[in-house]
């Protein structure tokens, strides 16, 4: 019962979330009017703003604050050789099975387990029956034993590059943005001439044609990615596997992660992927459960040699100090390792929605409750409103609409609201996540002064209008 | 004689674009140490960061710095409904022939023009041979007129979504960012509670089959886009075109593009899509010739009106104050017109590069001549430079570490360089179009001072070490 109860909650949290993006235009369902497309969203006014803020953050954060990572921006569809070489064409399936009694196909290591041979009741055509399990899980959808053969299904998406549809015009969309970085490592590190260690960052959409596609944008087909390669010699990659954990987790606490929802949790040796020497996951607390939002992995240099083996080019690094151990002398060509920290920016979107997501009961002097979404000040879609107080007074929306340009010559996104009264207004930027309002009334052309108002303690100030853009700035960078 | 020179300088422009792209880390050709794919590029370091800069002062005139414009960024697999009411899955095709000679495939409408039914001379298994037209073009490989007819080549990207690749599961790459706006045009008016005139802006990547890939990256299968609907009373189409052509227009000079390199050309009325009442292009002045980099087109309510058609679902906005002019009275549901300013980012990084490179012979008091770049500020890579004099000085090695953090706090790309003598520090960042140079030397210690050099006239000034954010800063802002 306690956990039923537990599972309603978290289930009403989730379905809040979906029910504010779409209405306040976070997130939309893709092709709405068409019915929808299979797990694609499309992102509307303030979810595009939010998603771009988490993006520019991660690559504030790991690109331009770090003198040791460059960026990368490499093609969607790259040479079909390049999946050869990974594995990713030979290998990277789903075990997929279809119930013969309602016909659904479903992932085999997604389904409810029992204990084959076991007998199981199930509901066929309206009445319970039994059955015998002939594999180790039923049915996710009737609960039928009635399987299929387990088979391969890859996750790659195929398509065709020119004219004709024969088999050697096939290439695939990219189902991760690592290996463009492996491919393209020498090239980045020789013109701007980088010594290990050193790493090379790439944000953008990636593919995967999973059949379980689950928990609203969670785990969709299309999802945008924000990877880094960092290229080290080989016995530094220990060291800096450590490192980068932590400084992953610390990204997320520092834009405003309750501590508490985020936990590091090893990987146990048998959920190694089969190229990774050590792997950490970032979990998060969703409504479901503990789940990833981001993976350290050791790659070692399985990659890099992958992509040398097949490409028949050399993908090794010359350091002209380091002692060669088969010679004595300085002077050795050797493959680097790598440690990536591979995060899902859609994932983490919906995690930055979770964590902020706030209701306050009716309280003393207040009669309505509120939704609020304490997104950290950088992440938030819109940084300031601009409230003028009458509508009607044109010296007041003038003012305020003056002071939305001023803002936005400072680099910092303003808003303008003039429609309702004052208290709407403050909740509609409540739940759009907006930090700041500020309100320009009488008093205003009297002294100059405006009223800033702070979303998460409902504080108001009054302020010197000419301070506005500072202290919100300041406000901001903390 | 004239144009075969001013052919060849041209081409020598390109190649030196390519080649400066290649080993300074703009663009490098995907995949190539598998032999590349055909016209699919990935950008490097510092081309990554041009485009984010494209990208983002688009961004920031037609989203952030306007009010009557929101963003969104949609799926680029979206139901294959929307592709079938667009149009594109019946009739988005390109001419296709074969060359029955060399076997090339070629686009029949980008084939050297020659008379139908005239007599050609054309080399054919090492000998000249001569032979009749049969279609009103030649084999832009081998001259051959022996061709094939023509027939239509789709130029959308096919996949399967889901496990079977039956025929109900195939979806299509987007080949334009644009349907998504008239697909989501009701779920973001009415969340943003918006009344026409407004726009809905996006930017993504879109796919095209092309067969006649060129100029580098100015036409790829892969490419970017910045496009914007701009969704108004039908009465107010033509002012607004007019205002977004002449908008764009300077938005390209704003950002630095030369006056003399840009032109706006009025389609013909035979050029026009079907769908167009009206359509600028900005066009550029490429090494090859006067070719597009925007569209600017009133599309009318074409998309709105067939999207409408096809779902069943109504997209008309009701106006409460218009007159109906069918009933006397306030209050009509219409279909808005839409402009349309349709840019790519891709090409228009390739315009920036071209227009601002820049070769400076040797002249007096400098035996060496140089390679500039002369991006906007805005739009350089790397804003500054930080350059200690002498490598060996740990005070002004730490110095010049200190200010790059500096920098970077405050939101500007900066760039520590220590590796050879300044001139050629200079010359490096020259060529990666830094606008500024700040050294640190011996001076620095004793009063504070640092020297900072423009890369346009490389004039350098003293300046105080804690004016330089303030410095920098404002010349980019200018």
Known sequence: MGDKKKNSAESDLMQKIVGLCKRRGFVFQSSEIYGGLKSAYDYGPLGVELKRNVMAEWWRSMVHEREDVVGLDASIIMSPKVWQASGHV??????????KDCKTRFRADKAPVVEKGAEVKYRAQGKTVTGVANQPYVCPECGSPNLSEEREFNLLFKTNLGPVDTGDSTVYLRPETAQAMFVNFLNVQSTYRLKPPFGIAQQGKSFRNEITV???????????QMEMEYFCPPEEAPNWLDYWKQERFDWYVRLGCKKENLRLRAHEDDELAHYADGCYDVEYKYPWGWDELEGIANRTNYDLKKHQEASGKKLTYFDPVKINPETGKQGVHYLPYVIEPAAGATRTVLMFLLDAYDEEPPSEGRKDGRVVLRLHPRLAPIKVALLPLV??????????????KDFLRNGINAFYDEKDAIGRRYARQDEAGTPFCITVDGQTKEDGTVTIRYRDDMRQDRIKLEEAVHIVTSKIRE
């Open 90 to 99: 030979g290998g990277f399936s789903d075990p997929l099975v279809d119930c």
């Open 391 to 404: 509508k009607k007074d044109e010296w007041l929306t003038g003012k305020a609409r003056e002071i939305v």
């Open 214 to 224: 689950e928990h609203f944008i969670f785990r969709s087909c299309e999802f945008e």
